[in-house]
């Protein structure tokens, strides 16, 4: 069951759509839960490489941590080693949950892909262009939301490159 009307949706999806003006979705509710990409690709209907997994990783240059966002479908897993390379870093660890929502203003397991409360640097896995549309978090592990390909780029400005794991 799904609930579309704006004022039954948790606060956390109404600052991601006013934090985004340009998202023009649905975002909806499954009480039941989407933590898992499995849990949000069963709840939704679609294949689970149409789900969007955020990842708040923070990698290391130097003496330097920054946090920064990876977007990888659902039926893939993050490289850790690729997504430092592609920063310019030396290392890359997952956040802590504390640094997850301290980065983006969201909960881990619930991270959309965009919309956060300060700039994050995005990468995007090629491999997500697989499907259209794809399914993001929608702020709270109990929403997702579809988005194509072309906004999610226009939205999130991320850069594509091979962060999963072959």
Aim: aromatic share 6%; glycine share 8%.
């Amino acid at each position: 069951m799904t609930s579309s009307v704006a004022a039954d949706l948790p606060q956390a999806c109404h600052r991601l759509l006013e934090a985004v003006p340009g998202l023009d979705t649905e975002i909806r509710f499954f009480p039941d839960g989407t933590k898992t990409a499995a849990d949000a690709a069963a709840a939704v209907g679609c294949p689970v490489s149409a789900i969007v997994k955020s990842l708040v990783f923070v990698v290391t240059t130097g003496e330097e941590e920054e946090p920064v966002v990876a977007l990888v479908p659902g039926d893939l897993r993050l490289d850790p080693d690729k997504l430092a390379d592609a920063t310019g870093a030396v290392s890359s660890r997952m956040a802590s949950l504390d640094e997850v929502r301290e980065a983006t203003g969201y909960a881990a397991g619930g991270t959309p892909p965009f919309g956060y409360t300060k700039p994050l640097r995005i990468f995007a896995d090629e491999s997500l262009r697989r499907n259209d549309p794809v399914w993001a978090a929608g702020g709270t592990p109990t929403t997702v939301f579809p988005i194509t390909i072309a906004d999610l780029e226009r939205l999130a400005g991320p850069r594509w490159t091979h962060i999963s794991r072959s």
